[in-house]
């Protein structure tokens, strides 16, 4: 973006500013794999999948990547240790299994990009980003709706009370 900058036009800076995003965003789409999405529902389990071809996996662990970069690290499987739950937001609803994690009763803060890294012998260790999207159900939706009808309804009853009624 620099080269953009020294440029004395201000419409070729656009321009070449222009190129160079279109140009990152090719890498970006014909390089790197595309993430693995998992689609969740809020209130529900969900299992964020990390299968791979090793066959001597030591460790396994799992983390997540907020969108400012930092990484979280929510939990470790050993093979020697056993199973480590590390201090997350994620604490006290997370199991692993294989290598995949389950996330119980999922809350929309849990949506985001997770990483999954497999230690296996002699090939070391290997990455999965795994991106959790997340829906409500159609069913909390329509409690949440009804409750909102319930509270203007009652909003409107007291309000209805409160004016006297003038009769002549
Ligand atoms: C989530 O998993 C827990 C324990 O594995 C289970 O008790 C619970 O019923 C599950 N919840 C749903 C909504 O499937
Ligand atoms: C698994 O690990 C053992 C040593 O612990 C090694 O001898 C063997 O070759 C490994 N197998 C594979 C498929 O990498
Ligand atoms: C990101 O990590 C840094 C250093 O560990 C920490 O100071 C900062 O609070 C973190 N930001 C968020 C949003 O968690």
Redesign the pocket.
């Known amino acids: 973006m620099s080269i953009c900058h020294s440029l004395a036009s201000f419409d070729i800076m656009k321009t070449c500013e222009g190129f160079s995003h279109l140009l990152l965003l090719w890498i970006f789409t014909t390089f790197l794999p595309a993430p693995s999405q998992v689609t969740g529902y809020v209130g529900h389990n969900v299992t964020l999948p990390c299968r791979t071809d090793f066959s001597n996996v030591t460790q396994s662990q799992w983390e997540f990547l ?1 969108p ?3 990484k ?1 690290l929510i939990m470790v499987s050993s093979k020697q240790h056993g199973k480590t739950v590390h201090e997350s937001h994620l604490k006290g609803r997370v199991d692993m299994e294989d290598q995949s994690l389950i996330i119980k009763n999922v809350e929309l803060s849990d949506a985001g990009s997770y990483i999954c890294t497999v230690t296996s012998f002699p090939d070391g260790p290997s990455q999965k980003n795994i991106y959790l999207h997340l829906k409500v159900p159609l069913r909390s939706s329509f409690d949440l709706f009804l409750k909102v009808l319930n509270s203007l309804l009652y909003h409107f009853l007291q309000k209805s009370k409160d004016v006297p009624f003038s009769r002549t």
Do not use: A, F
């Open positions: 907020s400012d970069g930092n979280t």
